[in-house]
């Protein structure tokens, strides 16, 4: 039996058709003549999960996306087309995870190998998401854009008000005052070198002072150790000893004994002594008065006048 070209063109056509809707599917990451099983995860985003992205179990690829596409809730359902046997409980979880720095996702299946209830082919997992290394740079950047923003505005703001602060005015004050800074502190590295030059000139009067100092200081040494060695201690006990005699000596005195105390405390013996002095002034007056009384001299023999006592007596007893 022989082909007609007509219908050789057409079995041409269909399968050039056919193995053109093959590659699409294929370049999309369906294989139309795959018989894998088919598991769906629900996730809120999957930016940066592309279709054929692989799947892994443990680190080893098991299967890939299919497809991905919009629910009602806005929600984003991922279709997994798993090509290994291993047994996938039902309890599992899905993570979407970031497999790469520049931001590329997958997906990997956390299995609970403790539960023996196994999916089957539609079958939902539960989802998870982890950040990618890109993704939580992005996070923990976020907060410091936003302040390294404010800062720059305040800094915006604070180079403003010291633009409209430095007017003209401003600016030929503040070179002044520079031109003036640097002409005290010429003037300071002049007095500077005065002030080491006259160090210089007085250097050996300088070295005859300190070496005076050391030795003063080294007889005060002497003069602390002496003191030091010196029984200071017992000198002190003996002045307290000393002068608490004196203070029972005062205290004697204090309370009329002996002497002193008598002489202090006694009034009879004030008395006498009152009387004895008032006495002596009456024969002092009396001497005073009458000298011939008691000086008397006779070359001829006369006779002693009676005494006769002072009429006037000035001193009252």
Do not use: C, H
């Not at 990997?108 to 403790?114: A, E, H, M």
């Not at 305040?154 to 409209?164: E, H, K, M, R, T």
């Not at 002030?195 to 602390?224: E, Q, R």
Request: glycine share 6%.
């Amino acid at each position: 039996m022989k082909l007609t070209k007509e219908i050789k063109t057409a079995v041409l056509v269909i399968v050039s058709i056919l193995l053109f809707i093959w590659g699409y599917n294929f370049l999309k990451g369906k294989n139309l003549f795959d018989n894998s099983n088919k598991l769906y995860v629900v996730f809120d985003s999957v930016e940066g999960l592309a279709p054929s992205s692989i799947v892994t179990i443990k680190g080893v690829p098991v299967g890939r996306v299919n497809s991905y596409s919009f629910l009602e809730n806005k929600k984003v359902v991922v279709e997994l087309a798993i090509t290994s046997d291993y047994p996938i409980s039902k309890t599992s979880v899905a993570e979407l995870r970031g497999s790469s720095p520049l931001g590329g996702k997958e997906i990997i299946i956390i299995p609970n190998d403790s539960d023996n209830n196994l999916v089957v082919s539609g079958d939902y997992l539960k989802a998870s998401s982890k950040l990618g290394l890109t993704d939580a740079l992005a996070q923990q950047l976020e907060p410091l854009q936003d302040k390294v923003q404010k800062l720059l505005d305040n800094a915006d703001i604070l180079f403003s008000n010291v633009n409209d602060i430095l007017d003209e005015k401003t600016k030929q004050n503040l070179k002044s005052s520079i031109a003036e800074l640097n002409k005290t502190l010429s003037e300071f590295s002049v007095a500077s070198k005065n002030i080491n030059g006259m160090i210089a000139d007085n250097k050996s009067k300088i070295n005859s002072t300190m070496t005076n100092l050391d030795k003063t200081t080294a007889n005060f040494s002497k003069m602390s150790d002496s003191l030091a060695k010196a029984n200071l201690g017992q000198t002190v006990k003996n002045l307290e000893k000393t002068l608490a005699n004196v203070d029972k000596i005062m205290s004697d005195i204090d309370k009329g004994k002996g002497t002193m105390g008598k002489l202090i405390k006694d009034d009879a013996m004030y008395n006498n002594f009152t009387n004895t002095s008032k006495e002596l002034e009456l024969l002092l007056q009396d001497l005073r008065l009458n000298p011939t009384r008691y000086v008397n001299v006779s070359l001829f023999g006369k006779k002693n006048k009676p005494y006769v006592a002072p009429v006037n007596d000035t001193i009252k007893k």
